[in-house]
């Protein structure tokens, strides 16, 4: 393994850890939506799915676009780069990765790759390596 290559299970802890994350902001948020809007009072699952795809980009494209991490990768020591420079991703560099996670079995794509990448890593032309 080089010194920058990330374990596959590495990246799935940050998965899960983000996941967690992505949960907790989301009972607060739903909970917080049902004490001061009248749609959000009943269980809706348009609602729902509406919270969960805007929470879940939200947090990845804003702490990937900020700071070149998640949670997850904040306690793995990890963090997204350009897979060419090494250096921070663009904006659109971001997005694209962003929302290439909404890719159906998207996560799955990392078991055939000898590289260690999932989808959204190639679409967008980043990687994740460890924080020196």
Request: hydrophobic share 45%; aromatic share 12%.
């Amino acid at each position: 393994m080089k010194r920058d290559e990330i374990k596959t299970s590495t990246r799935f802890i940050n998965f899960l850890i983000d996941m967690l994350a992505i949960s907790i902001i989301a009972i607060i948020v739903i909970i917080i939506l049902k004490n001061y809007l009248p749609s959000f009072k009943e269980y809706s699952v348009q609602n729902n799915r509406l919270i969960t795809f805007i929470l879940y980009f939200s947090y990845y494209f804003i702490f990937e676009l900020l700071a070149s991490t998640t949670i997850g990768k904040l306690i793995t020591k990890t963090k997204v780069v350009d897979i060419k420079s090494l250096n921070r991703p663009s904006v659109i560099k971001i997005l694209v990765r962003t929302l290439s996670r909404f890719i159906p079995l998207e996560g799955l794509s990392i078991l055939f790759n000898d590289k260690k990448q999932i989808w959204h890593d190639q679409i967008s032309g980043t990687t994740i390596i460890k924080k020196f």
